[in-house]
């Protein structure tokens, strides 16, 4: 196609189903791990007894209709459900759970419908049924491709396995991302291009690449606070994160967002939506959502313990215990916490409406000068790469 | 007690307690406050006079404090012994002075294992001055690190003072503290006489607010009868107030129908300010009025200045009426607004010393809970203009244009030190590096005792922490203000992102201007957080950078993973972050945190 012919013509549709919308987004959360990683603060646990996916079920679908009532009639554009570990769950409880939301908002064709997945070869031999069910876009927890450092993060699988359930995941998905963690111990810039590239070879059409955080209350804090190991410093994170941003951009999966890289129209409609500010339902223990209702946008957020959720929604439909209606400075803060880890940036007039104030200009044109933001089309401006270096520190300067 | 003030001349003893920190002044006036039953076992809380937080907790006393004790002696007569407390702390000199001119007698009270301290030396020698019996008590005389005759022969070496009839007791259990009680009678002596008959003639020896009954005047009597109703004058302000009540402290307040001459007691006239009323200060009758003032008033003096300022700027006002609930009860420091580029608005205020100013600090921010900002302190420079004329500053941002100033001034003092020996060889170093000039070294045993003469601006930094950190606590440090020199001092300028931060410029030597400088920037590179932008550093004389430091940017300060359940968290962190940014201060594009205006005043090695 020549430049001038796609001047006139609207660009075709993406693979994502992507209109440039905040959204409408339903997100399910399946609590369930094999085992706990050393570095994870997601709302996981893990049961020595085999975990009653019927009963589990039964609380899914009650506290959806429930949800149902509290958003109306919306027309969904993404599925999404994470975990936990979702890939323990059986073929027909995920069918079960997407006919639900089928039933109850309607799943239009084609719409972005993610789990996510462990490369172990017993949750690979789940994948057919799980495309069966409906799932068009499988997110895989790889995190390594090193068996030493797979081992030291808690993983249960190895490189090899990692690998077939890429290939396989590849045949029966028409859409793969996989995680990645690094900025790990003693990881050289040489260790970790390496790495990325060769996980590049494997790549679909897109790649989560984090820097190991160390969270409270997880293990690695512990072991970190006593000294048994060391992560880069920010500046070496930095030149990770340099490079990273480098090398994605040459292999054509260029960073979205912060730690999100994808082929263009492959990014993850689901997520999208949390960073532009859209509307999403959160169901199942520890879920959070925001949606328009009640006039304004409201928050929910469920139990976290699994069996304490469940029991909650079987008594009262649902199993949200903190209720929160946002004020419009904090959903002007929400906007640009979320918007500016986009590369497409965040709309300057949006804030406006949703705060009724305009931002300080003088802080925009100071931050522009530093480097840290710069203008995009209209009214919308964004993180350089800098800038999405420091954002937090950004963030707080903008929305003082 | 109705008999309270037809007690005769010759059995009231007025008295006081000289003694450092910690050897037992407050526990053992505690003791005959008890022994003598003038409180009830209920009433008695730990060390009764020094009833502010701040004096219970550091062991000191700030404000001088009296209590009157009724004391039947073995000698089968009656005695009413008053003891006035007066604060040990050489910032409160004059206080001390007066407070002792009040009185016959001391009990110097030495422990019997630490030996005579700096402190002990400045006050007894004051009370000397006074022309005092000394009766010598060697406390806490039951601890086996007691050192009785060791001590005995330093007070005798040092202070000069006979020890040899000593009393040797543990104040904390009791032991000894009766024989302490018998020797106030037998070797201390009575009041003077006085002349009831003549003009009223009394001095004013310490005064407070007290919430119900309003400013509480302490005097002693010389001359005259002071009675309710009297029309009294003070005669350094000249002001005029009508008694209204006149007693003594048990230490509770007794109300008596006058106080005569000898006597030791307080009033209250209607007085609304402490600083209506001035330590040493003259008082009389106002249709009567004696011929001459008492010799030796001098109003308080502030030596070293500070700026304070809220952190929050809309604590302004609450940091005003602090400020001013403070100045009822303390008339001894100064303040005025004050308006700092960077800091906004706030009072530059001026304390006798450097533990006033501290606990003037501490006291706002624990009893008004108020977050300060403390400017570096300031001594009172003489500037000599080229034009003849001699002006006062007080603050470094005031500091007239150099080429119109012929010489600088600075105030000096004489440090008095005493150390054991092993320490010596640091605090020497330390007091050359403060441009010291000794003028003394003596030993006492194992323990030196050493003089200098200082500039007090190489004082007011850290030199305190500095002298108990290489002494390793053991030093003890005592000064008196000894005039005026002429210095080579210069303004340093501490620039951050080029702009100069004023409420931390300050006169220095030139000698030790480009160290300090580097000090201070390579300091503040370790307070200033990291920016999105890098940001210098400087020390600054005039034009001329003498030091530089560099803080990198921040490079990395994001969070990688952020979706649908992390919004709530994210946006408390803000919110904290927000709250985080009120408690620094903005210059230009880099903010300060407060304690980065504190720490980097203790500028340590």
């Known amino acids: ?400 | 007690m109705g008999a309270m003030t037809e007690t005769p001349l010759k059995n009231i003893r007025n008295f006081s307690i000289v003694a450092h920190i910690d050897h037992g002044k407050s526990t053992l006036a505690d003791r005959l406050i008890q022994m003598t039953g003038s409180l009830e076992e209920r009433e008695m809380k730990e060390q009764v006079l020094d009833s502010m937080d701040i004096e219970r907790e550091r062991g000191i006393t700030i404000k001088a404090n009296t209590v009157r004790l009724e004391y039947d002696a073995k000698d089968g007569q009656h005695y009413v012994l008053n003891l006035i407390d007066t604060p040990g702390h050489v910032d409160f000199a004059y206080e001390v002075s007066r407070s002792l001119r009040a009185c016959e007698g001391s009990l110097l009270v030495v422990d019997a294992s630490q030996g005579v301290e700096a402190q002990t030396l400045a006050n007894v020698y004051q009370a000397i001055d006074a022309d005092h019996e000394i009766v010598t008590v060697l406390n806490k005389a039951d601890l086996p690190a007691a050192e009785p005759d060791r001590v005995k022969e330093q007070i005798e070496e040092v202070i000069g003072l006979d020890a040899s009839d000593a009393l040797l007791i543990s104040a904390k259990t009791g032991q000894g503290v009766e024989d302490v009680l018998e020797a106030i009678v037998t070797k201390l002596p009575p009041p003077k006489e006085g002349d009831r008959a003549a003009p009223l003639k009394a001095m004013l020896v310490d005064s407070w607010y007290d919430a119900y009954l309003g400013v509480i005047v302490l005097v002693r009597v010389i001359d005259g009868v002071m009675r309710k109703g009297q029309t009294i004058r003070m005669m350094g302000t000249d002001a005029r107030y009508p008694v209204d009540r006149v007693g003594v402290l048990t230490p509770k307040l007794v109300v008596v129908p006058e106080l005569g001459p000898g006597e030791l007691g307080v009033f209250t006239a209607s007085i609304k300010e402490v600083a209506d009323t001035r330590v040493g200060d003259t008082i009389t009758e106002d249709k009567k009025p004696t011929a001459a003032m008492l010799p030796g008033f001098k109003p308080a003096q502030p030596v070293v200045f500070c700026g304070l300022f809220p952190v929050d700027a809309d604590d302004f006002e609450d940091l005003r009426s602090a400020i001013g609930k403070l100045r009822l009860n303390d008339a001894s420091f100064s303040f005025e607004m004050e308006t700092s580029a960077a800091l906004g608005f706030g009072f530059r205020c001026g304390f006798l010393g450097l533990l006033h100013l501290e606990i003037i600090q501490e006291r706002l921010s624990r009893e008004f809970d108020l977050d300060l900002i403390a400017t570096a302190p300031s001594v009172v420079y003489r500037m000599n203009m080229t034009d003849g004329s001699t002006t006062e500053m007080h603050n470094p941002a005031d500091m007239p244009d150099v080429v119109k100033i012929a010489s600088i001034e600075e105030p000096w003092i004489k440090a008095t030190i005493l150390t054991p020996d092993e320490y010596l060889g640091n605090i020497l170093q330390l007091c050359q590096e403060r441009r010291g000039i000794q003028t003394d070294l003596s030993y006492v045993g194992a323990r030196a005792m050493v003089t200098y003469e200082l500039p007090l601006n190489e004082v007011v930094f850290d030199f305190y922490d500095r002298l108990k950190s290489i002494s390793k606590g053991y030093a003890s440090f005592d000064y008196a203000l000894h005039g005026y020199r002429e210095g080579d001092l210069v303004k340093m300028q501490i620039l951050v992102n080029e702009e100069p931060v004023d409420a931390l410029s300050m006169l220095v030597h030139r000698a030790a201007a480009e160290k300090r400088g580097r000090l201070m920037c390579e300091k503040l590179k370790d307070l200033i957080p990291r920016h999105m932008f890098k940001i210098p550093i400087q020390a600054a004389i005039g034009g001329k950078v003498v030091a530089r430091e560099t803080i990198s940017a921040m490079r990395k300060d994001v969070t990688a993973k952020c979706y649908g359940g992390d919004v709530s968290r994210k946006r408390k962190l803000l919110d904290k972050q927000k709250e985080g940014k009120k408690r620094m201060r903005q210059f230009g594009k880099v903010e300060i945190p407060q304690e980065a205006f504190i720490q980097v005043l203790k500028v340590g090695e």
């Not at chain 1, 084609?110 to 031999?125: F, L, W, Y």
């Not at chain 1, 500016?340 to 705060?355: I, K, P, Q, S, W």
């Open chain 1, 1 to 400: 196609m020549s430049a001038l012919a796609s001047i006139d013509s609207a660009p075709p549709r993406p693979l994502n189903g992507d209109d440039g919308s905040p959204g409408f987004g339903i997100y399910i959360h399946w609590p369930f791990c094999a085992a706990k990683c050393p570095y994870c603060d997601f709302n996981s646990h893990v049961r020595h007894r085999p975990v009653d996916q019927s009963r589990f079920v039964e609380a899914f679908l009650r506290e959806m209709e429930t949800m149902r009532g509290w958003t109306g009639p919306r027309e969904v554009t993404s599925v999404f459900i994470g975990g936990g570990t979702p890939s323990l769950m059986q073929a027909g409880t995920v069918g079960a759970l997407l006919e639900a939301v089928d039933r109850l908002w309607g799943l239009p064709d084609g719409i972005e419908i993610t789990m996510e997945a462990n490369p172990s070869s017993v949750d690979a031999g789940r994948f057919r049924g799980y495309r069966a069910a409906g799932v068009n876009r499988l997110s895989l927890g790889v995190q390594a491709l090193n068996d030493a450092d797979l081992k030291w993060l808690g993983r249960l699988h190895d490189t090899d396995e990692a690998l077939k359930a890429i290939a396989l995941a590849r045949e029966t998905f028409p859409r793969l991302s996989f995680d990645l963690i690094y900025a790990r111990p003693g990881q050289t810039p040489e260790q970790w291009e390496a790495e990325l590239r060769q996980a590049a070879r494997h790549a679909a059409d897109h790649m989560s690449l984090y820097q190991l955080t160390i969270e409270d209350g997880t293990p690695f804090k512990a072991l970190y606070d006593a000294g048994k190991f060391e992560v880069p410093d920010p500046d070496r994170a930095a030149d990770l994160f340099e490079l990273t941003d480098a090398v994605t951009a040459e292999i054509g999966l260029p960073a979205y967002e912060v730690s999100n890289h994808a082929v263009p129209g492959s990014e993850s409609r689901h997520n999208l939506t949390y960073w532009r500010y859209g509307d999403y339902a959160g169901i199942g223990p520890g879920a959070h959502g925001r949606f328009v209702g009640d006039g304004g946008k409201r928050v929910t957020i469920t139990e976290r313990h699994p069996e304490s959720w469940a029991a909650r929604v079987i008594e009262h439909g649902h199993g949200v215990v903190e209720e929160e209606a946002l004020g419009a400075g904090a959903q002007g803060d929400e906007l640009l916490l979320m918007g500016l880890r986009l590369v497409e940036g965040v709309d300057l007039a949006r804030h406006e409406m949703l705060t009724g104030r305009a931002l300080d200009t003088s802080r925009i044109a100071q931050l522009q000068e530093q480097g840290l933001l710069e203008p995009v089309a209209n009214s919308r401006i964004r993180a350089t790469l800098s800038g999405r270096l420091v954002l937090n520190a950004l963030i707080a300067e903008l929305a003082a």
